[in-house]
């Protein structure tokens, strides 16, 4: 069984920076996709950005050209790099890892067999 950890979130100003990181124990990540998804107050839970074990990226379309989802494989690490925040990016944003080496992007929770506890992402305007 996989245990994740996200670690990163806070307080930024809108306009400000973050990088989440997802460590795994348990298992190898390599031969998992990730995704990350955050969920906000009175909304459901969304994808934000997946990486296949190849290291293909796939992106929400609201955060296309300021996240970038990444991988070290070395670490058993996954990231999410956040520029040019927004207050509508405020939520807990959670790991996610599904066992799986193929190049399909899975983009919905309850795809995924393992989850972290999740970390805030608070952004002030």
């Known amino acids: 069984q996989a245990q994740l950890v996200e670690s990163g979130g806070g307080l930024v100003q809108a306009g400000g920076s973050l990088r989440l990181s997802c460590v795994g124990s348990?298992?190898?990540?390599?031969?998992?996709?990730m995704g990350w998804f955050r969920q906000a107050p009175g909304k459901q839970r969304e994808l934000v950005a997946a990486?296949?074990?190849?290291?293909?990226?796939r992106y929400a379309d609201s955060v296309k050209g300021r996240f970038t989802i990444s991988r070290d494989n070395a670490k058993n690490t996954v990231y999410l790099q956040m520029n040019s925040l927004k207050p509508e990016d405020t939520a807990v944003y959670y790991c996610?890892?599904?066992?799986?080496?193929?190049?399909?992007?899975?983009?919905?929770?309850?795809?995924?067999?393992?989850w972290g506890q999740g970390t805030q992402v608070t952004v002030s305007s």
């Open positions: 990486i296949t074990s190849g290291g293909g990226t």
């Open positions: 348990g298992r190898t990540l390599s031969s998992y996709a």
């Open positions: 996610a890892a599904k066992y799986y080496s193929g190049t399909y992007y899975y983009t919905e929770s309850y795809q995924y067999d393992y």
